[in-house]
Nanobody
Framework: QVQLLESGGGLVQAGGSLRLSCAAF????????VGWFRQAPGKERTFVAA????????RYADSMKGRFTISRDNARTAVYLQMNGLRPEDTAVYYC??????????????????WGQGTQVTVSS
């Protein structure tokens, strides 16, 4: 079991930055991988980035490379998403998700068993 709690969302102007946090709790927290996804109104939930707890390997959606950075703390209790150069099209609810059974970084939502409640990110033009 893993519980996830996101924080750090808010309203920011285009070109600005935000740092999202995902706190992980539970028996299998700190195992496998943690990913960030986002969902804009009327659209499907899409992959943003993910990281493997043990060795820190990462994977990004192409449109986020160079702007977003995912990281984790050494205690394996939190994952972060640093978002720079934000654009209005980045506006969405951002979700943290965990896949404790995986040892490679996967992007498909189907692989993630545990989800947080989400945090709203709004980028104004």
């Amino acid at each position: 079991q893993v519980q996830l709690l996101e924080s750090g969302g808010g309203l920011v102007q285009a070109g600005g930055s935000l740092r999202l946090s995902c706190a992980a709790f539970g028996r299998t927290a700190g195992s496998g991988i943690v990913g960030w996804f986002r969902q804009a109104p009327g659209k499907e939930r899409t992959f943003v980035a993910a990281i493997e707890w043990r060795d820190g390997s990462t994977r990004y959606a192409d449109s986020m490379k160079g702007r977003f950075t995912i990281s984790r703390d050494n205690a394996r209790t939190a994952v972060y998403l640093q978002m720079n150069g934000l654009r209005p099209e980045d506006t969405a609810v951002y979700y943290c998700a965990a896949a404790p059974q995986f040892t490679i970084v996967v992007a498909a939502t189907i692989h993630y068993d545990y989800w947080g409640q989400g945090t709203q990110v709004t980028v104004s033009s």
